[in-house]
């Protein structure tokens, strides 16, 4: 199979801890997927759906109590605890090796260990890393060959170079108070054990493209970022790269295929996706900002995925896409809370339980059709507006870095950073509401920097202090955003359309980009002259807009007592240059 000796020696090892029956190669092939999907159908790991109307397209259902990412079971192993900083849970590397190696134990006796070796990033290009990860899971390796370019051109690859992050993975007993979520940067490896929830699963995911690619990164100066990338293409063909960060289920992967609205479509603009979650951007030969997407699909939340909110989404997952949680109606098509259509008459829930709209549990609540947490694994190429750059080895060139969160007070529509320490500043005091896909109580605000908060493999200071290196080492560096497309009213309705309005935001930020519109200098940034934005057709009532760029001095003075909190807890670490932001903001918020 492989001619790489580090990769058979490892095989062999873990083998023989998990003592799985047999070893199957992922080749890459269609015949071998298919026959995957027959055995996971004859085991009941899938379902099939309705080949007419969903080809290709299957159902798999979760344990229950693995239905999202377990952050509390997550943990970085470094030698030094003060490596991964307060950032993250951490274990040394001999106790957590001990402490999963009894669980992963025997853990593949009477399955199969399938080994997948993949690629995140064009294979060959020099943006790009290998992982090989060995899972008991046919889900977890139908999901990979959706996720990530997986097979023998990655084997081919893998030797011409030395190094793969070695990923080991097994469902073992599905036992939550069994599950471990182990990285161990320095060892370039990862270990999950006793989940079979995507976010926890996928190891080129999260666990690869961010935690441990963020640690690599910093060592090889080029950027991991939980970050969505997007093209604008004018009439004129000329297209603006952006890469935007906001937490998980905050509106990524909407923002990253965006249909323009009615009154801006005479602009002629196009949108190009490249990814919807992650980036990793080096400083090309240029001396400007690039980017490529690791992933080749997309492992998006179903419910509130529908024609009005996302449509190329929509036309996205009509085929060979895998759902996980989400009801099964009676012509075994799909439904959540917030499809299109009205809810079924009748269905199987995401537990695998017949349900009715309305149908309530024994406290009163009503019973959700599919989890809030449930998911769809698509291929980027289905997407109608699928970049044509997603296989170029350089990536695409980024103009603007955008940050965001889901307040539904305080921080404005837009503003933008006064430079790039400031950015940093910015996206390092970023916060957001909790949603479903972490586990946590929903709507408690919590201090979210970049986007990573979850997923900075090391220590969050040092990550600050490499964001500021990172902007003197650019000769052009992308201009640095923050906006909020939650802002609400008194009665909690949101006050700004977001979805495909939030073009309206973005052509605001190529304006500035390209020196063609001025700007409000305000306490906290610049924020955009009203009439800059362009409104046609939105039939906004009078004031919404200017409500949404106002800023609330009392409300901001409260805001920089939770930074200076957060801030603290980085001791010594912390960049001395936030610190001075903190302190410039407060002094322009009192003046
Ligand atoms: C995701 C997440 O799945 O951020 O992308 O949880
Ligand atoms: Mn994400």
């Known amino acids: 199979m492989t001619k790489n ?45 309705n080949q007419e109307k969903l080809p290709g397209c299957f159902l798999h259902r979760t344990a229950i109590d693995d239905v999202a990412r377990t952050e509390h079971l997550t943990f970085i192993c470094t030698k030094k605890k003060h490596d991964a900083g307060p950032n993250n849970n951490w274990m040394s590397p001999r106790a957590a090796y001990n ?3 009894a669980i992963f134990k025997g853990a593949m006796r009477g399955r199969t260990m399938y080994v997948i070796p993949f690629s995140m990033g064009p294979v060959g290009s020099s943006f790009s890393k290998i992982g090989v990860e060995l899972t008991d899971s046919r889900y977890v390796v139908l999901n990979m060959l959706v996720m990530a370019r997986v097979g023998e051109a990655v084997l081919r690859q893998l030797e011409k170079e030395d190094g793969f992050t070695k990923c080991l993975h097994s469902k073992a007993e599905l036992d939550i108070n069994k599950r471990l979520i182990l990285h161990f940067p320095e060892d370039n490896t990862i270990w999950s054990v006793g989940s079979g929830y995507g976010g ?12 441990i690619a963020s640690f690599i990164g910093r060592k090889e100066h080029w950027m991991a970022e939980h970050m969505l990338i997007m093209g604008i293409e004018e009439p004129n063909g000329h297209i603006e790269y952006i890469a935007a960060a906001f937490p998980s289920a905050c509106g990524k992967t909407n923002l990253a295929m965006l249909i323009p609205p009615e009154g801006l479509k005479t602009k002629g603009y196009r949108i190009w996706t490249v990814g919807d979650d992650i980036a990793w951007m080096r400083i090309d030969t240029d001396g400007s900002l690039w980017a490529i997407n690791p992933e080749t699909g997309f492992f998006g939340v179903a ?27 009676p012509d075994k098509t799909v439904w959540w809370e917030g499809a299109d259509g009205e809810a079924p008459e009748s269905g199987i829930d995401w537990q695998g339980r017949p349900w009715k709209p309305g149908a309530l549990d024994k406290d009163g609540s009503l019973i959700k059709a599919a989890h809030a947490n449930s998911r769809f694994t698509a291929p980027i190429v289905n997407c109608p507006t699928a970049s044509f750059r997603l296989e170029q080895h350089h990536g695409v060139p980024i103009s603007a870095i955008i940050f965001g969160g889901r307040r539904t007070h305080l921080t404005p529509l837009i503003y933008e950073a006064f430079n790039w320490q400031h950015g940093v500043f910015v996206g390092a005091t970023m916060a957001s509401e909790l949603t479903a896909a972490q586990v946590g109580k929903l709507g408690q605000v ?10 900075c493999g090391y220590n969050m200071a040092s990550y600050f202090q490499f964001w500021l290196e990172m902007g003197k080492k650019m000769a052009k560096q992308p201009k640095i955003f923050c906006v909020n497309w939650f802002n609400t009213d008194e009665s909690g309705k949101f006050l700004w359309p977001g979805f495909g309005e939030n073009l309206r935001v973005l052509e605001w930020v190529l304006d500035r980009c390209n020196n063609r519109v001025g700007a409000v200098k305000t306490a ?5 002259y009203a009439n800059d934005i362009d409104m046609t057709g939105l039939g906004l009532p009078a004031g919404i807009l200017e409500k949404l760029l106002n800023i609330d001095k009392t409300k901001w003075l409260e805001e920089v007592k939770g930074i200076k909190k957060f801030f603290e807890q980085f001791k010594k670490d912390l960049p001395k240059e936030l610190w001075q932001e903190y302190e410039a903001l407060s002094m322009r918020l009192k003046s």
Do not use: H
Not at 9 to 28: L, N, S, Y
Not at 524 to 528: F, H, S, V
């Open 303 to 329: 419910p509130g995925t529908n024609s009005n909110t996302n449509p190329n989404m929509v036309e996205t997952i009509r085929k060979n896409t895998i759902y996980t949680n989400v009801l099964l109606k």
């Open 524 to 528: 906290i940034g610049y924020t955009p």
């Open 5 to 49: 000796k580090k990769l058979t020696e490892w095989i062999t090892k873990m083998a023989r801890m998990c003592q799985p029956d047999d070893i199957v190669w992922i080749d890459g092939s269609n015949k071998q997927k298919e026959e995957l999907e027959r055995e996971a159908l004859a085991s009941g790991e899938l379902i099939q759906l």
């Open 99 to 101: 402490k999963a190696k």
């Open 446 to 455: 919590r201090r979210d920097p970049m986007a990573m908060l979850p997923f």
């Open 200 to 211: 926890n699963v996928l190891l080129g995911k999260k666990c690869l493209s961010l935690r």
